[in-house]
């Protein structure tokens, strides 16, 4: 499967942002999915995930309750709604395919978070 991310940009703290991750070649809905980010000079961090059929989440402590992952198996996308969003949150976000090694990857999207 081939994974591309979009809805990254500038925003204010506080404001919100919809990530999305459309995939493209194998069956999308047989993969459990997830989001990770990376700040610059930092390790690449996971942020959330999603079981294939979308029933199961699992969050980063750091984003509980301001983040939302979900999936829509029908249009092969994948989508992180990011809300009360902060300065902390900026990094390139990538959405990956395939735990617990997620040997797949997007290329990112940058999310910035500037007054």
């Known amino acids: 499967v081939q994974l591309v991310e979009s809805g990254g940009g500038l925003v204010q703290p506080g404001g919100s942002l919809r990530l999305s991750c459309t995939a493209s070649?194998?069956?999308?809905?047989?993969?459990?999915m997830g989001w990770f980010r990376q700040a610059p000079g930092k390790n690449r961090d996971f942020v959330a995930s999603?079981?294939?059929?979308?029933?199961?989440?699992f969050y980063a402590d750091s984003v509980k309750g301001r983040f939302t992952i979900s999936r829509d198996n029908a249009k092969n996308t994948l989508y992180l709604q990011m809300n009360s969003l902060k300065a902390e949150d900026t990094a390139v976000y990538y959405c990956?395919?395939?735990?617990?090694?997620?040997?797949?990857w997007g290329q990112g999207t940058q999310v910035t978070v500037s007054a």
């Open positions: 999603i079981s294939s059929g979308g029933g199961s989440t």
């Open positions: 070649g194998r069956t999308f809905s047989n993969y459990d």
């Open positions: 990956a395919a395939d735990p617990p090694t997620w040997d797949i």
